[in-house]
């Protein structure tokens, strides 16, 4: 970043930003270095202008919950963004149509749904992220994903422009989306069914019981880190994990999950290249055994 630039954002946010930010704290792994520059954003006058003064000149990466996140041990040489007060956010614009923050967690949706006597969230308070981390990648569980609800998504690309993409507009696929990589989501429009809160609080625990008995919780780890090879095979990726591996392989502290071998762990102070090796020894590993190029779920922020 050119020092006039610089001079700029520090003029205009100085007491929000953070240089040499830690992230080791800010990831559900426990594993990362620091970020060149941290800025926390709570209006979206302000992200606007931030983003209009970079002008698109330099890497930015939006840090959600973290849960979905393995971060490099370098000091990564980007801007790291953390949405804030008001794009966390819930209102309801009728009966049946919620307007959610892109920073508000899954969970905080369901449970705001639920409150409302609206069905449809449930499976989102099985997921560990943000809205705006869901909409990006089709977050879903259940047999229920982000696209099953959503009407619409307010965006902003890295040069302060912002607009509304209506959902039909999107290709959803399984885990993924066509929207660019651009682009920052703000917020987004959701529809669910009136119903019994009832029952709905009655599923969301059904849910909730179903996932603890089949996953690890309470633990350093960051959820699925590979998809379903949906288009390959009707197999699920955990269990070719289990074919195709050893359970007690480990690359320093970094291992896979005793209780679901699609969770990798962080059993203490495992390094971003312990976690990144033994992800890429699964991947390696489980095309050597059965012919099936798995991808990765989880998303790695080096340099």
């Given at each position: 970043?050119?020092?006039?630039?610089?001079?700029?954002?520090?003029?205009?946010?100085?007491?929000?930003?953070?240089?040499?930010?830690?992230?080791?704290?800010?990831?559900?792994?426990?594993?990362?270095?620091?970020?060149?520059?941290?800025?926390?954003?709570?209006?979206?006058?302000?992200?606007?202008?931030?983003?209009?003064?970079?002008?698109?000149?330099?890497?930015?990466?939006?840090?959600?919950?973290?849960?979905?996140?393995?971060?490099?041990?370098?000091?990564?040489?980007?801007?790291?963004?953390?949405?804030?007060?008001?794009?966390?956010?819930?209102?309801?614009?009728?009966?049946?149509?919620?307007?959610?923050?892109?920073?508000?967690?899954?969970?905080?949706?369901?449970?705001?749904?639920?409150?409302?006597?609206?069905?449809?969230?449930?499976?989102?308070?099985?997921?560990?992220?943000?809205?705006?981390?869901?909409?990006k990648m089709n977050a879903g569980c259940f047999d229920k994903e982000i696209k099953d609800i959503l009407l619409s998504v307010?965006?902003?690309?890295?040069?302060?422009?912002?607009?509304?993409?209506?959902?039909?507009?999107?290709?959803?696929?399984?885990?993924?989306?066509?929207?660019?990589?651009?682009?920052?989501?703000?917020?987004?429009?959701?529809?669910?069914?009136?119903?019994?809160?009832?029952?709905?609080?009655?599923?969301?625990?059904?849910?909730?019981?179903?996932?603890?008995?089949?996953?690890?919780?309470?633990?350093?780890?960051?959820?699925?880190?590979?998809?379903?090879?949906?288009?390959?095979?009707?197999?699920?990726?955990?269990?070719?994990?289990?074919?195709?591996?050893?359970?007690?392989?480990?690359?320093?502290?970094?291992?896979?999950?005793?209780?679901?071998?699609?969770?990798?762990?962080?059993?203490?102070?495992?390094?971003?290249?312990?976690?990144?090796?033994?992800?890429?020894?699964?991947?390696?590993?489980?095309?050597?055994?059965?012919?099936?190029?798995?991808?990765?779920?989880?998303?790695?922020?080096?340099?």
């Amino acid at each position: 970043m050119d020092i006039i630039h610089l001079k700029e954002l520090l003029i205009n946010f100085e007491t929000k930003l953070a240089f040499n930010a830690d992230l080791k704290k800010r990831n559900w792994f426990n594993i990362g270095g620091k970020a060149k520059l941290f800025f926390k954003v709570d209006e979206l006058a302000d992200l606007i202008k931030f983003l209009k003064i970079l002008n698109g000149r330099e890497k930015i990466y939006i840090i959600g919950a973290g849960s979905n996140t393995l971060i490099t041990d370098d000091i990564y040489d980007g801007i790291v963004i953390k949405l804030g007060k008001n794009f966390n956010r819930l209102s309801l614009l009728n009966s049946n149509i919620i307007i959610s923050g892109a920073g508000v967690l899954d969970k905080k949706l369901a449970d705001f749904a639920a409150k409302n006597c609206l069905s449809g969230f449930e499976f989102l308070s099985c997921i560990p992220g943000t809205v705006g981390g869901g909409i990006k990648m089709n977050a879903g569980c259940f047999d229920k994903e982000i696209k099953d609800i959503l009407l619409s998504v307010q965006v902003i690309d890295k040069k302060g422009n912002v607009s509304t993409i209506p959902a039909e507009q999107i290709n959803f696929d399984y885990r993924n989306s066509n929207l660019p990589e651009n682009l920052i989501f703000l917020s987004a429009s959701f529809k669910g069914q009136k119903d019994d809160i009832k029952k709905i609080t009655e599923t969301m625990s059904k849910l909730k019981i179903k996932k603890e008995n089949n996953q690890p919780s309470r633990i350093k780890t960051s959820g699925s880190t590979f998809k379903n090879p949906v288009k390959q095979t009707n197999r699920k990726v955990w269990e070719l994990i289990k074919e195709s591996v050893p359970t007690n392989i480990k690359f320093g502290d970094a291992c896979i999950s005793e209780k679901h071998s699609n969770f990798f762990v962080n059993k203490g102070n495992a390094s971003f290249e312990d976690m990144k090796k033994l992800i890429n020894f699964v991947e390696k590993s489980v095309f050597k055994k059965t012919g099936i190029n798995i991808e990765k779920e989880i998303k790695i922020l080096e340099n």
